[in-house]
């Protein structure tokens, strides 16, 4: 009988594997309450050969470059620490589907956490090896309390770029963890031989909250603000990452941006600001910083860029080098 | 009518590019005493085909590879945000013209801000992007408030190393700036394409002293002693280049400076810091740093070690590797 | 006459070269006790051509490639600045020379500071250029009140990473000293062209304590404590660059442990550090990482997995690739 005296109103979550055994989880209250005397136990549990089934989700872009999201779908009855996971990226699919031009492919699977993607490794790894420049695993977006970074094993990959731009100009308060705190499944997608590009997003990490693996994490921890802020970090991290790109000026000294209709006729601030974003994008597009590395030259967020950048190729003024 | 309400006394400067529309700039003071009525406006000016004039000198040296300065003459009724550098540079010029032996020939530029420095690329970017080392962008360099460094947009270029080491070691109180922070011609000598390897070294900076493009920029603005420190800082930054050069020791392990008469006879405090200043020089030239590198490794001004170069030299204990 | 005024009691060491004088070192008590006249001078020595004798061992390993030790031999009169050395490394060589397994070879030296390690050098640059992968320099191991790292010229070779892994495990109050603060042999192994991954291991620097070239750097200076200290120092060095070699999983994902045996079957405290060290093990060892490299990762010192790594090798699943 597995209780926990010190939150005597939560049920641990506790689990056993590949030794025939078991036990009861309960309440320490309950526990407390229970008679001296000889009990029946009955469990409704058959032990037979299975299958491991998994969800996944390809969704076809322009190029064969793939975006990787992964989230894990073994104990859904925890509702940070699992069920927030496939919630949020089911949300992510349905937009992604929506969307008329992606440039990325996306491959999305459901899996259980470890056994689930090591198998799926083992079916997919030499075409996600060719393909992923971006992976995301998805854990932990449910509750309001914190953003969590956690690298892949490499540390500077994409992944890792795009994720800390993200959080460090949306949520700037956000914990960093590091490689040695893992313990989903980029253990597996960074594990040597695979090493996949592969960080974790997310809301509170588990191990780090008081009700992590007990009946406590539970609905009540969640709420509609956690997970819309997980899902909005995530969101922003792919629409960065369609928009990256190595980009170029074509004209050799600052353009004349008047006689290309690109100088705003008033002087209010907010113009002023216009025009020297867009002289400093102007100034840093080389062709060999992406985007991302040039908002991050210009200490701003890549996505305040978009707009201008578009005008700016629609003036000749840029060119993509590399996407 | 263009006038300063918080600065009564100062007559604005304000321009207006590209576009026929004029506009009188007057003190606050005087634009309070102007009676209500009707003015007869008198604009003794015209609007006709130019050209666009600039000073050029070639000073040439012993080497074909450049060391290049450019200033900008386009308001010169402002002192410290103009008339310093064309005077600060005039002078340079006088010095380096004086020079029997100039190692690197010397490009100096007079010309109006922007379009001058934009005309000028255009007409010579080739043979500068072949032979430039080092450049400088002269202005604000005649008041006696502050030291000011503003990178080129690499940020690690040879005229960055040797000006971050001059005012490093000549005023370790000097203010760097980003290169986000630009606003002269390293705009053009610097953007993607150009690449020119220019910094600007300034006294306080255009847009950080409250007379900044007003009538008070004026001759009590500036001082000799604030136009001989911006004097001096740039030729210290010559004479350091003049000098670096990748030297090599001539012999393993550390000579005997005694039999060679390198070593001092009287033990003074003096001395032994000259041994020291020696041995270090022996120790760190090894062919591949160059002079300012080894200075910076030492942790001293790299003009304290030229007359031991000499005198290493002399002795055959120095030879150059690259220069 | 040579004495120290403000340390009445000490015999300061005053030393001489390349010129013929003599002198007289005593206590500046003794010197005050001197009554006034005239003193005969007999000095018993005399001056002809010798040679320079020194200790060399040699002890083959598995490879040629060789860990250096030197340490020299010129005033043994001083207890922590000089026979601490060659007593601290009498005893490794000993401990060495016990050893049935060796992988390195061993090349220990005992000469005259300066000129030893030159001469030394010319008769066995080659070899060493072409073996030596770490060295030490041995002087001032004997006292107990600090523990000190005085750097190779380059900085960064491996016998710098051993020495900081192992000093800031176990004495992470070490004092760091820069190689501008360098003043035995290492000025001769580092020097341009000589260029050997040479670094001192002392306890209290040379130059950084009152009795140092007195007759106060005596017997009393020094203790077992201390002198042991610096054999324990340098004999973790040994142990770790004995063990260091660039491994390799070699299994693509996390390896079931419990099947191999290798999961601990009680949950203790102490056996999930294991599995956790295990798990580590396995996801920084990637081919490209020495050792030395992983431990850094993993912040834990290198000997906590030397069994481990046994372990792991014993059941296929690290493979060495590069030792």
Redo the contacts between chains.
């Keep these: 009988m597995y209780s926990l005296p010190e939150q005597p109103e939560a049920i641990p979550y506790v689990t056993s594997?590949?030794e025939e055994r078991w036990g009861f989880c309960l309440t320490d209250n309950c526990r407390k309450k229970l008679k001296p005397g000889q009990y029946h136990v009955f469990i409704d549990s058959s032990l037979t050969d299975g299958s491991l089934t998994y969800g996944e989700l390809i969704l076809p872009g322009k190029t064969e470059k793939e975006i990787f999201f992964s989230t894990y779908i073994c104990h859904p009855s925890l509702a940070n620490n699992e069920l927030s996971g496939p919630a949020v990226l089911t949300f992510l699919a349905k937009w992604l589907t929506s969307l008329e031009n992606r440039r990325y492919t996306y491959r999305i699977i459901f899996i259980p956490e470890?056994i689930g993607?090591?198998v799926y490794?083992?079916n997919n790894?030499q075409a996600m090896k060719e393909n992923v420049v971006a992976g995301f695993n998805v854990t932990c977006v449910g509750d309001n309390r914190a953003y969590s970074y956690l690298p892949s094993?490499r540390g500077n990959t994409l992944a890792d770029r795009v994720t800390l731009h993200v959080l460090k100009n949306l949520h700037p308060d956000f914990v960093q963890y590091s490689?040695?705190d893992?313990g989903s499944d980029e253990?597996?997608y960074?594990?040597?031989?695979?090493?996949l590009p592969v960080v974790s997003v997310m809301r509170t990490k588990y191990g780090c909250y008081p009700e992590y693996h007990t009946s406590l994490d539970n609905l009540d921890l969640i709420s509609p603000e956690g997970l819309s802020g997980g899902y909005s970090v995530l969101k922003k991290c792919i629409e960065c990452l369609e928009r990256n790109e190595k980009l170029?000026?074509t004209v050799?000294?600052?353009p004349?941006l008047?006689?290309r209709g690109l100088y705003p006729n008033l002087g209010t601030k907010k113009n002023r600001e216009i025009v020297k974003d867009m002289?400093?994008l102007?100034?840093?597009?080389?062709?060999e910083h992406d985007l991302l590395a040039v908002a991050e030259?210009?200490?701003k967020p890549v996505w305040e860029f978009f707009d201008l950048v578009d005008q700016l190729k629609q003036h000749q003024l840029l060119r993509v080098v590399e996407s």
């Design positions: 594997y590949y470890t993607s090591i490794l083992s790894l094993r490689y040695l893992r253990r597996q960074c594990s040597p031989g695979v090493d170029a000026v050799l000294c600052e004349q008047g006689k002289m400093n102007l100034a840093y597009c080389d062709g030259l210009i200490q």
